[in-house]
Structure formats: structure tokens, C-alpha cells
């Protein structure tokens, strides 16, 4: 299987790290399992809340010409952080027989995949603002994770019954 990553980051405030970062994670994801990369789409100082982001449009006219099988991403709010952009342009990588995978999160292929790849949609689109102070004071990168995972846990007690 071939697959092309596509990595981006969302402002001036973050830091040529956090892509290589995210290649890093995608390209050990993809060695684990057999894949081999042919292609890196970067974004530089774009969000992911518009599909005005030109290697991304690159990528999704490139996938008509069967070059690749999948776009691998570090996580899936890297490919959207809206719903209707994520479904729009997940389909028209399907029907190009391409898959979007993310290389840091799990998601089956069955109803459970269904439902989750939905709530981590829903959490794209809507939780940046609160997170926006943190991801700047670490330079957004991807290391920074688990900070960011455990500040959203102590500032949304809601979030804790969801996640246990």
C-alpha cells in the first residue's frame, strides 16, 4: 500500500516543529504497518476550519489520478476541523479509492470506527477555542499532547465522564 501524509499547522504562534513532528509519528506509523510514503502535503499557518489550504486541494486532485492508496495524518483533526469539510472531502477521497487514516488514533472499521472517527469530529470542530492559550505557550507541538489532553481534563469536568 502506498500513502501520501498530509501535515499542517494552524498559525504564525506554532512552529516548523510540530510538522516535522507529525511526519515523524506518520512516517513510524506507516513503517510499522507496511506503508510505504510517496508524497508529503504541508500546510504552513493554515486552519483547518477552511478548505482553503493549497497543498490540501493539491492532495485531494491528486488522489483522482490513483497515485496513492492513503492520506495518513498524525490525527484526523489535521485533515478538517469541520464536519461538512471532513465528509465532503472524505468522500471524494473514497470514491478515488483512497482512505484516511490517522497514524495516533485507533479507529475500527466497523460501527464502533463509525461512531468514534464522528466524536473525535465534533471535538475538532469544537473545542480549538479552548485549547488556543495552551497550544501556543507549547509551540503546538505534537509532544505536547498529553498536556493539552490532561489541561482539558482539569478545565472540562464534563469531559471526565466521557473519557473514563
Not at 3 to 22: H, K, M, T
Not at 73 to 91: E, I, Q
Not at 116 to 127: F, H, R, T
Request: charged share 25%; net charge positive; glycine share 6%.
Amino acid at each position: 500500500m502506498t500513502a501520501v501524509i498530509y501535515a499542517r499547522y494552524s498559525s504564525d504562534n506554532q512552529r516548523e516543529e510540530s510538522i516535522e513532528g507529525q511526519i515523524r509519528e506518520c512516517t513510524a506509523y506507516a513503517e510499522k504497518n507496511g506503508i510505504t510514503i510517496v508524497k508529503h502535503y504541508i500546510d504552513r499557518a493554515i486552519s483547518a476550519k477552511t478548505d482553503n489550504r493549497p497543498e490540501f486541494q493539491q492532495m485531494i486532485k491528486d488522489s483522482d489520478k490513483k497515485l496513492f492508496d492513503i492520506v495518513l495524518v498524525w490525527k484526523l483533526d489535521r485533515f478538517a476541523r469541520n464536519r461538512y469539510d471532513s465528509a465532503r472531502y472524505k468522500t471524494q477521497l473514497k470514491k478515488n479509492g483512497v482512505k484516511l487514516m490517522s497514524a495516533t488514533e485507533i479507529i475500527s472499521e466497523g460501527p464502533e470506527g463509525i461512531i468514534l472517527e464522528s466524536v473525535l469530529e465534533g471535538y475538532a470542530e469544537s473545542m480549538p477555542p479552548a485549547i488556543l492559550p495552551i497550544t501556543k505557550s507549547s509551540g503546538g507541538l505534537p509532544g505536547a499532547y498529553g498536556f493539552l489532553h490532561q489541561k482539558l481534563l482539569e478545565n472540562q469536568p464534563w469531559m471526565r465522564v466521557c473519557i473514563r
